[in-house]
C-alpha cells in the first residue's frame, strides 16, 4: 500500500483565495482525520470521519473551514477564504479501528500571504 | 480534558548513549499510546504502539513502556546514532469516546557525532 497520500504538498496562496487539501486514505481503514501543525500549538485535531460520516468537527476554527469525505477513498479539507493565520501544515491520517495505530500522510505545508 | 506533557523539550546527547525521552498524560482512561517520529518538514512515522493492556513494546534499538494507572509512557532509545536525530511526539487515544489522538508537544533530540 502507498500509504496515506496527500496532495499537494506545498500551497502559497494569497489573502482571500480559496485552497483545497485533498487526502487519500490506505483502503479498508474506516477513520480519517485531519489535524493542523503549528509552532505554536502543535498538532491539534480538526476533524474526523468514520465510515465516510464526520464525526466530530469540534476542531474546525471557524466556518470558513469545511471538509468532506464523498467515498472511502477521498477527502478533502476546504478554506474559503484564507487568511495568513490559516498558515500551518496539515496532516490526514487514518485508522482502521481497534486493530493498528494511525498512519499518518506525509502533509500539506500551506502558506497564506 | 486529556492533556499529554513530554519532558524534556529538546535533549542534545553524543552519539553512543542511551536515552529516556517521558511522556505524561492527565487522563488514564486511554486506549493505546503511540510513538512517532517526525523529521524536519516531514510527515509522522510511527514508531510504537502500546495497547492499554500492555506494559512495554520494542522495535529494535526502541522501547516503550506503558504505566496507565500513574499516567507515564518513557520511550528509550539504546546506542544513539546521529540518524536518530527528530522530533518524538507521543499520543494517546481515550478509552471511550472521542477516537482521535491528542498528542504531546513533543521532544526535539539532537545526537551529536
Not at chain 1, 490526514?92 to 486493530?99: N, Y
Not at chain 2, 513502556?65 to 518513557?74: E, N, V
Request: proline residues 6%; charged residues 20%; contains cysteine.
Amino acid at each position: 500500500d502507498a500509504g496515506v497520500i496527500q496532495s499537494p504538498r506545498h500551497e502559497v496562496t494569497e489573502m482571500g483565495q480559496e485552497v483545497t487539501l485533498r487526502c487519500k486514505p490506505i483502503s479498508g481503514h474506516d477513520y480519517l482525520f485531519w489535524y493542523r501543525q503549528t509552532m505554536m500549538r502543535g498538532l491539534e485535531l480538526l476533524i474526523y470521519f468514520n465510515n465516510n460520516v464526520p464525526i466530530d468537527d469540534s476542531g474546525m476554527p471557524e466556518d470558513r473551514f469545511s471538509a468532506k469525505m464523498p467515498n472511502a477513498s477521498f477527502s478533502t479539507l476546504k478554506i474559503q477564504p484564507s487568511e495568513p493565520r490559516d498558515s500551518a501544515v496539515y496532516f490526514c491520517a487514518s485508522s482502521f479501528d481497534r486493530v493498528i495505530g494511525y498512519t499518518f500522510g506525509s502533509g500539506t505545508r500551506l502558506t497564506v500571504v | 480534558k486529556q492533556e499529554v506533557t513530554q519532558i524534556p523539550a529538546a535533549l542534545s546527547v553524543p552519539e553512543g548513549e542511551n536515552l529516556v525521552l517521558n511522556c505524561s498524560f492527565t487522563d488514564s482512561a486511554i486506549y493505546n499510546l503511540q510513538w512517532f517520529r517526525q523529521d524536519p518538514g516531514k510527515g509522522l512515522t510511527s514508531l510504537l504502539l502500546i495497547q492499554s493492556s500492555q506494559r512495554e513494546q520494542t522495535s529494535g534499538r526502541l522501547n516503550a513502556s506503558l504505566d496507565k494507572s500513574s499516567g507515564r509512557s518513557t520511550l528509550y532509545i539504546a546506542a544513539s546514532q546521529p540518524g536518530d536525530s527528530a522530533t518524538y511526539l507521543c499520543a494517546v487515544r481515550p478509552r471511550t469516546g472521542r477516537r482521535a489522538l491528542t498528542f504531546g508537544s513533543g521532544t526535539r533530540l539532537q545526537v551529536q557525532p
